[in-house]
């Protein structure tokens, strides 16, 4: 792999995880009894929203951190596009504040862009789970990577891997 498709592979992946690592979990790091209060809004009790916190804080820098690297990617990011599913469905819930329709600034709809841009990061990690594969090459294998920043080579020269399994032809 040459140094301008490594960096390139390197940056479109950190395109995805950027959100997450290092500012979301940074913000919550730093702002920690806020992030509880506000898990507090799905969990009533103090103990099971800093549980539910430190869960998503965790899968906020170790799912990014092995996308980034290409170790077990493909199931990491699986696990981050239901959390980006999980999240918009339980903090960003456009139809409660019942003005999505009304004329003006609207809570509703500021939250349903929100809600949208959750479901469209779990696009992104979905193409990393089954790239151009099917759901059963990636069911046989969750733990295999998808090899992102690896050229293949047959008789020395480059060859583009399979794109649903990873490896050469």
């Given amino acids: 792999m040459t140094g301008l498709s490594f960096i390139a592979a390197l940056a479109v992946r950190y395109l995805l ?3 997450f690592f290092p500012f979301s ?3 919550k790091i730093l702002n920690f009894n ?3 209060g506000q898990a507090q809004e799905i969990v009533s009790s103090r103990p099971a929203a800093t549980i539910l916190l430190m869960a998503g804080l965790a899968t906020e820098i170790l799912m990014p951190l092995a996308i980034l ?3 077990w990617d493909r199931l990491a990011a699986l696990v981050m596009a239901g959390y980006c599913m999980v ?4 903090w960003k819930r456009f139809w409660q504040p ?6 003006g600034k609207s809570k509703g709809r500021e939250l ?3 809600f949208l841009k959750n479901f469209s990061l779990a696009g992104g990690f979905l193409v990393i789970t089954l790239g151009t594969g099917s759901l059963q090459s990636f069911l046989d294998d969750p733990l295999s990577s998808s090899h992102p920043y690896r050229t293949a080579t047959v008789g020395g ?3 583009a891997p399979d794109a649903s399994t990873g490896t050469a032809p």
């Fill in 69 to 71: 690297t290409g170790w």
């Fill in 34 to 36: 806020g992030a509880v």
């Fill in 87 to 90: 999240t918009a469905l339980l």
């Fill in 25 to 27: 979990a940074l913000d």
């Fill in 157 to 159: 020269a480059p060859v």
């Fill in 112 to 114: 349903f862009w929100d």
């Fill in 98 to 103: 019942g003005d999505f329709w009304s004329g």
């Fill in 17 to 19: 995880v950027v959100l």
